[in-house]
Nanobody, 115 residues
C-alpha cells in the first residue's frame, strides 16, 4: 500500500518560515507528479504547488515568490519550503502523488501562522 507521510508542520509567527517534507513508500516515485495542497477551515482543498517528474514546478499565485517545492527522486521525498508566512497560510497541508488514474494522499500536517 502506498504511503505518504508528511512532517514539519507547526506554529510559526507571521514572517517566519517552515519546511514541510513528505516521504513516499511503495511507489515508483520518479513517475509521479508530486504536490502540496492545503485546506483551511471552512474552505475547499486547494493546490499550493506541484512538481513534475522532470522537475517542472507550478505554484498558486498567492504563494509565488514565498514557497519553493522540490523533490529528491532517490530519497522519494518532496519538500515545501515556506518563507514569509502569513496568517492566511494557516491550513492543513497535504502531500499528493498522482500519475494517470493513480492519486494518493498523505494524512496532512497542520500549519498555523499566528502571533
Amino acid at each position: 500500500q502506498v504511503q505518504l507521510v508528511e512532517s514539519g508542520g507547526g506554529l510559526v509567527q507571521p514572517g517566519g518560515s517552515l519546511r514541510l517534507s513528505c516521504a513516499a513508500s511503495r511507489i515508483i516515485f520518479r513517475i509521479y507528479v508530486m504536490g502540496w495542497y492545503r485546506q483551511a477551515p471552512g474552505k475547499q482543498r486547494e493546490l499550493v504547488a506541484d512538481i513534475s517528474s522532470n522537475g517542472m514546478t507550478n505554484y498558486t499565485d498567492s504563494v509565488k515568490g514565498r514557497f519553493t517545492i522540490s523533490r529528491d527522486n532517490a530519497k522519494k521525498t518532496v519538500a515545501l519550503q515556506m518563507n514569509s508566512l502569513k496568517p492566511e497560510d494557516t491550513a492543513v497541508y497535504y502531500c499528493n502523488a498522482r500519475s494517470g488514474l493513480s492519486n494518493y494522499w498523505g494524512q496532512g500536517t497542520q500549519v498555523t501562522v499566528s502571533q
